[in-house]
């Protein structure tokens, strides 16, 4: 392995689903490992049992492959410094865990929690930092390992200088300095025998050759008890950079009462993983020339991690959608059908079964239809349009529309026209306006919005020399909600009128 090699990893832990702003970390990760022709690695962190689950392991892979990331290291991959899931990995910590009693750097604690939790109590009244007061650090080891013995549960805590400073450099804050007065010492291993995440996460990035830890500020906190771990155990500390959190547009934390927080929902709305990619790059950092429709690519080629910024990054679902209009457009007519179809098939309006028919006019009506909408979920909305007739749903002016003087003329006019050509097209529908126009007198509004209710069933929606190709062309192919012709249509308004 190159010694000099940059190295980063991101260890999420299995307890839910993959939310953006982890799904953010994650991606910083990967364009800080690509730029450099790094490592990125995949760990798993797994020490909480009663929360983590199988399942949102494998679910988090899936959503993050989704977004268009990969890894050299991890769990569904292997790698020369696993296993990658700290599960796995007990005896590792274990065999640490004894050097550090050895050596002296740390001591079985046997405070219960109600003496730390009065502890606790009497420092808040004295209006002081909560911080453990060390009552077992002189205990002899040899005392403390007959009182395990006889079965009393104790944790291990590191023992730290307890005063002074410790400082690093963040390479997204800058110089950051800690007061060891309030770090106290901290739990390695808990009664219960599980490692501690701030002891477990020291180990495993040392062991796995960690150069670079790029996550959120929300672990900002820890660093000074890790920096205290990996000096205990004689380790290298890595560099450390403490990414902004993602917050709601009211700058409150990002939640599910702001709208999809989860990478899987973004992808079940029909947000391209492409715009996703994309808009979670700009989340705290922005492109030197100011384009921001970016690819893949282009992103490794100009993000600077030393330019992302401290302040919060807003989480804007109207930029997103934005993004997501401008990278729709850059697919082909065919991958645009083929992302429309899974949520025009869940509305019910395409078969499971695709022909060759299906697919060309899928194609020809996502091409007329994509553009007034944000998501390809919201396609749905726009197909109802074509699919959804029904004369009985119609509100009170185009109601009105069809019963006027010049509706039940334009209407009759129409149905005579279409009755004389075996299949409409807008060109010929164009002609019949001129013809109907003579015949009845009427004109302007009065002409045209008796056909659009008479055609659509509406009194707006996509302009008729769009809809007019979807409704005939698709009329003569099998969908699971029948598609009526314009003469169908026709028909159905004629019986309308004459009730």
């Known amino acids: ?18 939310h953006v702003g982890n799904a953010r970390t994650a991606l910083f990760n990967w364009l800080f490992a690509r730029q450099r022709q790094g490592v990125l690695v995949l760990r798993v962190e797994d020490t909480d049992v009663e929360r983590s689950a199988p399942e949102y392991a494998q679910k988090l892979i899936e959503d993050l492959r989704w977004l268009g990331l990969d890894w050299e ?34 001591y079985h604690c046997f405070c219960t929690p109600e003496e730390l939790d009065q502890e606790r ?80 996460v020291v180990i495993d990035d040392v062991l796995m050759r960690i150069t670079h830890v790029i996550r959120g500020e929300d672990h900002l906190a820890n660093t000074v008890r890790q920096i205290l771990t990996y000096q205990a155990l004689d380790y290298p500390v890595p560099q450390f950079a403490h990414l902004s959190m993602v917050m709601g547009e009211d700058n409150s934390r990002l939640s599910k009462r702001h709208g999809a927080t989860a990478v899987h929902q973004f992808a079940q709305d029909g947000v391209l993983a492409s715009a996703l990619f994309n808009y979670l790059a700009l989340l705290g950092w922005a492109p030197p020339d100011g384009n921001e429709v970016l690819e893949q690519s282009e992103l490794v080629r100009l993000f600077d991690l030393k330019k992302v910024s401290r302040s919060a990054a807003i989480f804007d679902y109207g930029k997103l959608h934005w993004l997501n209009r401008q ?84 209407i009759r006019s129409f149905a005579g026209l279409l009755a004389g050509i075996e299949q409409l097209d807008y060109a010929a529908f164009a002609e019949m306006t001129k013809t109907i126009k003579e015949e009845t007198g009427c004109k ?48 159905a308004v004629m019986a309308y009128l004459d009730k």
């Not at 569904?76 to 002296?104: I, N």
């Not at 869940?346 to 909408?373: C, F, K, N, Q």
């Not at 190709?469 to 192919?477: H, M, N, Q, R, T």
């Open 1 to 18: 392995m190159n010694e000099d090699q940059v190295r980063v990893r991101f260890a999420p832990s299995p307890t839910g689903l993959l």
């Open 73 to 106: 290291e991890g769990p569904d991959v292997g790698g020369a410094f696993g296993p990658y899931q700290q599960s796995a990995r007990l005896e590792t910590y274990a065999s640490h865990t004894q050097t550090l009693l050895e050596g002296g750097q740390a």
């Open 121 to 200: 109590q009497r420092a808040l009244a004295a209006g002081k930092t909560p911080v453990y007061s060390g009552r077992c650090r002189s205990l002899p080891r040899d005392a403390a390992q007959e009182r395990i013995a006889s079965g009393e549960a104790a944790c291990v805590r590191l023992r730290t200088p307890g005063q002074g400073e410790l400082g690093f450099n963040d390479l997204v804050r800058g110089a950051v300095t800690f007061d060891l007065a309030v770090v106290g010492d901290p739990v390695l291993v808990r009664s219960s025998g599980l490692p501690a995440y701030n002891y477990v």
């Open 327 to 410: 990278h729709i457009k850059r697919l082909s007519g065919r991958a645009q059908a083929e992302e429309a179809l899974p949520h025009l098939q869940e509305a019910g309006y395409l078969p499971r079964e695709m022909t060759d028919a299906h697919w060309s006019w899928l194609e020809g009506a996502v091409a007329a239809l994509i553009e007034r909408v944000d998501t390809f979920a919201d396609l749905k909305d726009s197909f109802a349009q074509v699919f959804d007739f029904s004369l009985e749903e119609l509100g009170e002016e185009e109601r009105s529309d069809l019963r006027s003087e010049c509706g039940g003329k334009v």
């Open 444 to 491: 302007g509004r009065d002409l045209f919005h008796p056909l659009r209710v008479a055609l659509t069933a509406r009194g707006s929606g996509l302009d008729l020399d769009k809809f007019i190709p979807l409704v005939e062309s698709g009329a003569g192919l099998d969908f699971p909600i029948p598609l009526k012709s314009c003469s169908e249509r026709c028909e």
